[in-house]
């Protein structure tokens, strides 16, 4: 993809798989989120039908390997649909690619039994994960954070406060962040 020439200077190219899946999210964003903009700015409905329409395509739930039902895309492929979507509306962005963020933690730290559990309901139901990390008086720094996980058994009683849970009201899956040690901070 990147090659340098006899000058020196760094040359970008996409492939053509990569223009294909830009012409494909662009021509999404065109026909599916431009002429419905405005109606979800002013209702503040959630776009569950342009959502479906995403998910049928492959323009949502990128990051999600092929064992789990995803098409295993890569964080530049994530960057291309997303560029192409917030030109259309950057709130309807939003609320189509929240499920990348929200199930980041299971990607990287999920043992293989809650990856099967949650990335496959995510793919065969088409679920929406919320993403739940915001605090009133901490903002998103995960260090300064004060809800807590205190287990009980085999589960984790929450406590605490969020704010800004972006897809929250229509979200069948929540990635909470808490402490299990309150007195933490960076490591």
Same mark, same amino acid.
């Given at each position: @993809? ?12 996409? %492939?053509?798989?990569l223009k294909m ?15 419905q903009a405005s109606?979800? $700015?002013? %209702? #503040? ?9 995403? +998910? /049928?395509?492959? *323009? ?5 390997? /092929? ?9 530049? /492929?994530?960057?291309?649909?997303? /560029?192409? @979507?917030?030109?259309?509306? %950057? ?12 199930? *980041?933690?299971? +990607?990287?730290?999920?043992? $293989? ?8 309901? *995510?793919? $065969? ?7 739940? @990390? ?12 004060? #809800? ?5 058994? $085999?589960?984790?009683? *929450? ?5 800004w849970i972006t897809?929250?009201?229509?979200? %069948? ?15």
């Open positions: @993809m990147a090659t340098t020439k006899a000058t020196g200077g760094l040359q970008l190219e996409m %492939s053509s798989d899946l830009q012409e494909l999210a662009q021509d999404f964003t065109t026909k599916e989120i431009i002429p109606a979800h $700015d002013e %209702s #503040s409905e959630w776009p569950r039908a342009i959502f479906a329409k995403a +998910l /049928e395509l492959g *323009l949502v739930n990128i990051n999600i390997p /092929e064992a789990y039902g995803g098409v295993g895309g890569s964080v530049l /492929e994530e960057c291309i649909v997303t /560029e192409a @979507m917030a030109y259309g509306c %950057s709130g309807i962005q939003t609320a189509l690619m929240i499920n990348q963020l929200a199930v *980041l933690p299971i +990607l990287i730290a999920g043992t $293989d039994a809650q990856k099967e559990r949650y990335l496959t309901a *995510l793919m $065969d139901e088409g679920s929406v994960f919320s993403y739940c @990390m915001t605090e009133p008086d901490a903002g998103s720094d995960v260090a300064g954070i004060k #809800s807590t996980a205190v287990r009980k058994g $085999d589960k984790y009683i *929450l406590n605490g406060s969020k704010t897809g929250g009201p229509v979200a %069948s899956y929540f990635t909470v962040f808490a402490k299990t040690d309150p007195d933490a901070r960076h490591r």
